[in-house]
């Protein structure tokens, strides 16, 4: 049975990701702050993580040693509608906390889980994306996805010569509490189309930069 760790697993889109990946027949670790009534209802190995947290990183390094994974999803992610006038560093220093340090955190700490054919996504949004900013704006959120993409490439070229895949997938405009309830998307079709791409992907082609629609992104 495929094993995958999937972070912010307790609700959203991480949830959604976990109970699909079960269904079709995954063993699945879902890692997150706290437990939800969903989650639970899925019955899967549940391991306390906080991304910000380099401790719990490190903990939840320990705690799986030897545990070998298929994939690593790294979900979790904050938005804060932070602006220009006046300049809030204390939430877009949390957002880079969160979006682009703890993702690489925990695929550092995790590495050794990693083989061969694993595959390691990353999921950022098009928010991060220099090209497509046409309406300013976030700071935080923009800057901190854009550093998880640039980390997403250097991760596909160092683990390239190790056989394992990057996959940087935008999820779409997601209807979850990150946007209030608003976007055109259900949690459970962006899921399905994340775990499309993953099952897609080239290792050719790590590194690239996807919509769950299968579309290709510009940096
Ligand atoms: P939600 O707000 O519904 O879920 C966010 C998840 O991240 C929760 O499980 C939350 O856990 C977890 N999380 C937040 N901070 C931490 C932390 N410090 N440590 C561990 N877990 C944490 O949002 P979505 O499901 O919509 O977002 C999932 C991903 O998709 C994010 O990376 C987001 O940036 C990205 N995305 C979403 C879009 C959308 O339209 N929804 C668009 C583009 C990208 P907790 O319950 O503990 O807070």
Request: charged share 25%; hydrophobic share 40%.
């Amino acid at each position: 049975m495929p094993r995958a760790l999937v972070t912010g697993a307790n609700r959203g889109i991480g949830l959604e990701m976990t109970r699909q990946l079960v269904a079709a027949g995954w063993e699945v670790i879902a890692a997150c702050r706290t437990r939800s009534i969903d989650l639970d209802a899925l019955e899967v190995r549940v391991e306390e993580l906080d991304v910000a947290d380099d401790e719990s990183v490190r903990r939840l390094g320990e705690r799986l040693q030897g545990v070998h994974l298929d994939l690593l999803i790294n979900n979790a992610g904050i938005l804060d509608r932070d602006g220009l006038e006046p300049l809030d560093l204390a939430s877009i220093r949390r957002q880079f906390e969160v979006n682009a340090l703890g993702p690489l955190k925990v695929t550092a700490a995790l590495l050794g889980n990693l083989g061969e054919g694993s595959r390691i996504v990353l999921v950022t949004s098009r928010m991060g994306s220099i090209a497509d900013n046409t309406s300013g704006g976030y700071y935080g959120y923009r800057m901190s996805k854009a550093a998880l993409n640039a980390a997403g490439v250097s991760l596909a070229r160092d683990l390239e010569a190790k056989g394992i895949a990057v996959l940087l997938v935008h999820p779409g405009f997601v209807k979850t509490e990150m946007t209030g309830g608003r976007g055109t998307v259900e949690p459970g079709d962006a899921a399905r189309g994340i775990l499309t791409r993953i099952g897609e992907l080239d290792p050719k082609e790590s590194g690239s930069f996807r919509h769950a629609d299968g579309s290709t992104l510009p940096w």
